[in-house]
């Protein structure tokens, strides 16, 4: 009479009412045991009955956990992977448990990952697809069950999937293609709190925030997690984004749009991919995408080409010679109604000559009128832009100066570096920068006679006494050389 009885059970907990009864009849641990069963018909009214009976119940769940479900669970799905009704409720009770965090722990110590993307290689309709894309979220939340995913091929698979699905413009479909750029990004950033960090990333546009939240991840980013990012590459995820984005470019629904650009920026931090992406295009296939009139997509994309070129003196040659992209960023440079494109637009100008070492580039930044926004963006209020501009500036001096000369005046940029070195509120680091370019733009005689005439010599000589070590020595070797010494 079990089988029937766990069936009368399974149906008595459909009605909220009747679920209070069983607990006190203490009927959960009266059937867990059976969850060991070997009669398929008694492990899915088993099931049912356990997962409705503590469906929206954190305590019982969590005793669920502690009593050993989760083993019997994993047991159900390697064992029975081709029966679709138990298939289903084995992931409908990993769904309910695997966001407490004594669930994660139990998982890690099972297989799994292994068995969640083999369901997900063969589901084929909507309703599975969601379920184990529900499950996988929480579990990416988990550095080891991380691992195990990536290890089991799941980055394969989603990449099948956007695959087969680029084309298609049902709903149904584009919710699947958005859970599967989403888990790509929970692979690539992982844990509760980067998942937060990474959901705030598109709504504050904030450069000195963005700034904020991009040292937490590096500060917590391992090599695993630049191994995840590697494979991905290697399989191809990339141009499936790219794809993705090309066809959502001009959707008013930009959903599908922040999921692939978060995965393509994380994507493009470890150094080997962006050697691999810069080789196949993807800089170009970037490009061609800020067409975008919907600000919030061309400031990632404007951060993902930033992140390319970080580093990368072929990715700055190649950004910095390009005059349709720099005639764009220096449109951009002068917007205001939208401050994260106009700062990521100064920031992407100011990376392209800090990272490359080519007069031309120079050049092409100076004829596009690009000179006068970094010199603006030395006085930006947040001090992150400002050391970004003023070390680009100083570069590109030591690479043209004689090219830059006439713009450096026109834009003022003595009088601005003065004003920095003159005020108490400029950070150190903001302050050994300005002395640096300054030194640099001594080499000039129209300039030095700027710094002569703006009387300079006896800002220098107040900042010997600087409380900053570095400070101190840099003002002291620009005197010297203000002086002939």
Known sequence: CAVKAAQ????IAKNDEMKKPCIEADLVRTLIPFLESTDQEMLLHAGRAIGRICYDDRNLQEELVKVGVIPSLVRILTDHAESEPLVHVDLLALCNLSDL??????????KVAEQLVKQLRRAENHERLEIIFEVLQALAENDALKVQLVEAGVQEVLSDILLRLQGSSQAEDTCIVKAASDLIVSLLLGGKKKRKINKTIH??????????????????????????????????????LLDLLEKHVESEDISVQHAALRALRNLAIPVVNKVQMLEEGVAERIQALLR???PPVQFKLLETLRMLADGQADAAEILGQDPMLLNRLVQWCDVNDHAGVHGEANRLLASILRHNRSQEVVKAVQEAQGVKHLV?????????????ALNALAIASAIDLETLEESFKESQLVQSLHKLLQDDNTSAEVKYNSLSLLCSLLNSGDLRQEIEDDKIEETLEQLCSHSNADVVKEAVTTLQVLKGE
């Open 101 to 110: 965090d004594t669930a994660k722990e139990a998982l890690s110590k099972t």
């Open 203 to 240: 709504i504050l546009d904030s450069p000195d925030t963005l700034n904020n939240i991009r040292k937490y991840c590096w500060k917590r980013r391992c090599h695993l997690l630049d191994g995840n990012c590697i494979r991905m590459v290697q399989v191809g995820v990339i141009h499936q």
């Open 292 to 294: 975008s009139e919907m």
């Open 8 to 11: 009368v059970l399974s149906e």
């Open 376 to 388: 603006s963006m030395t006085t930006s209020e947040h001090a992150a832009m400002q050391n970004e």
